[in-house]
């Protein structure tokens, strides 16, 4: 099993990677909107084995951070080896958990799986990461955050079946 720091070490050279500009995306960041996560210091990052801890106690810590997203990397455990699991199956899961809870229910989460096959712009983005990772935020950040890019040119390399994955008009 990997140490505490090297999962980290993997998962900030992923976050990285998602920060820089490349063509595919019109010249912008993979994912643009990480980068001021960081700066602000408004992105809690933390290692779930769900062996450990439960989802919503995760979401506690997280929630008692009062930062404004969060990254989960999902660690194997005895009972679960994150490379069997579908993800969008248990997004869904998560997704109504969250719903479903008093303090989450303005809550969301975006499942992230390397052993997807998932595309943007032509770029396997997602088997990039060194782990499966869920990416939590509001729902209205995660709605603000999409409209703001479906204004700019951020879009313009993808196919019509990656904008229709990615719900974007």
Same mark, same amino acid.
């Given at each position: 099993m990997e140490s505490k720091s090297t999962i980290l070490e993997k998962a900030y050279q992923y976050i990285h990677w998602l920060t820089t500009p490349h063509e595919s995306f019109s010249n912008m960041a993979v994912?643009?909107?990480?980068?001021?996560?960081?700066?602000?210091?408004?992105?809690?990052?933390?290692i779930w084995n769900p062996s450990q801890k439960s989802?919503?106690?995760?979401?506690?810590?997280?929630y008692e951070s009062h930062k404004r997203s969060a990254i989960f990397i999902c660690q194997d455990s005895p009972d679960i080896t994150w490379s069997e699991v579908e993800?969008?199956?248990?997004?869904?899961?998560?997704?109504?958990?969250?719903?479903e809870h008093p303090l989450f229910s303005? *809550? =969301?989460?975006?499942?992230?799986?390397?052993?997807?096959?998932?595309? #943007?712009?032509?770029?396997? +983005?997602?088997k990039k990461s060194p782990y499966f990772?869920?990416?939590?935020?509001?729902?209205?950040?995660? *709605? =603000?955050?999409?409209?703001?890019?479906?204004?700019?040119?951020?879009? #313009?390399?993808?196919?019509? +079946?990656?904008k229709d994955n990615l719900k974007v008009s």
């Open positions: 994912c643009p909107f990480v980068e001021p996560e960081i700066k602000q210091e408004q992105l809690y990052i933390d989802f919503m106690d995760m979401m506690s810590l997280y993800r969008k199956p248990i997004q869904i899961t998560l997704n109504n958990k969250l719903k303005e *809550y =969301k989460c975006i499942v992230l799986s390397p052993w997807e096959d998932f595309t #943007a712009g032509g770029v396997s +983005t997602r990772m869920i990416n939590i935020g509001s729902a209205l950040h995660f *709605y =603000k955050s999409h409209k703001q890019l479906q204004k700019s040119s951020y879009f #313009a390399n993808f196919t019509p +079946t990656e």
